[in-house]
T-cell receptor
Framework: DTEVTQTPKHLVMGMTNKKSLKCEQH?????MYWYKQKAKKPPELMFV???????INESVPSRFSPECPNSSLLNLHLHALQPEDSALYLC?????????????FGPGTRLTVL | SQQGEEDPQALSIQEGENATMNCSYK?????LQWYRQNSGRGLVHLIL?????REKHSGRLRVTLDTSKKSSSLLITASRAADTASYFC???????????FGSGTRLLVRP
């Protein structure tokens, strides 16, 4: 199985809502990533988990809260988001954090904040 | 943070023609990777070239890397309509192993 799955595909939420994005991989990868992508822009790294521990936080606002319950799952908890947080949220995984690792991406969750 | 620029920003060619995209970057890197993204979907890894390599081939793809100029190019030969997508270069930083994506090239292959 060489697939990264993400749920939901689409999410519309109000600024006072709490929601979660989910990501799953069964490739035995030990590094997982969250990216944010605005329209016609490149993906921007948000968080990196390596061996289930948070390795990199790219100064992301605290209204985004990542969680890695186990080596196959990655969640992104959302709370009190702003309309400018509307974007495509991409999850990715790689064999490990480190050199020469290609990343496998999920299809993304398209988030709209009203 | 964005590592560098890609050019052209957009490219429209006829099926069967070759497409060339260029990528420039700023810092010391371990490797450079190219990814394809179909409209609003996830990215697909195409090819990885290490910093000590100069050229690499994979099927209809040819990638070159010039570390002295901090630039790379992706050539797609004999393009097909199915190659229509956005193409991003991504550099793996020497210091942090983070992947930093370039601005992307939107390729349209007309049937």
């Amino acid at each position: 199985d060489t697939e990264v799955t993400q749920t939901p595909k689409h999410l519309v939420m109000g600024m006072t809502n709490k929601k979660s994005l989910k990501c799953e991989q069964h490739m035995g990868h030990r590094a997982m990533y969250w990216y944010k992508q605005k329209a016609k822009k490149p993906p921007e790294l948000m968080f990196v988990y390596s061996y289930e521990k948070l390795s990199i936080n790219e100064s992301v606002p605290s209204r985004f809260s990542p969680e890695c319950p186990n080596s196959s799952l990655l969640n992104l908890h959302l709370h009190a988001l702003q309309p400018e947080d509307s974007a495509l949220y991409l999850c990715a995984s790689s064999a490990a954090e480190g050199r020469y690792n290609e990343q496998f991406f999920g299809p993304g969750t398209r988030l709209t904040v009203l | 943070s964005q590592q560098g620029e890609e050019d052209p920003q957009a490219l429209s060619i006829q099926e069967g023609e070759n497409a060339t995209m260029n990528c420039s970057y700023k810092t010391s890197i371990n490797n450079l990777q190219w990814y394809r993204q179909n409209s609003g979907r996830g990215l697909v890894h195409l090819i990885l070239i290490r910093s000590n390599e100069r050229e690499k081939h994979s099927g209809r793809l040819r990638v070159t890397l010039d570390t002295s100029k901090k630039s790379s190019s992706l050539l797609i030969t004999a393009s097909r309509a199915a190659d229509t997508a956005s193409y991003f270069c991504a550099t793996e930083e020497d210091s942090s192993y983070k992947l930093i994506f370039g601005s992307g090239t939107r390729l349209l292959v007309r049937p």
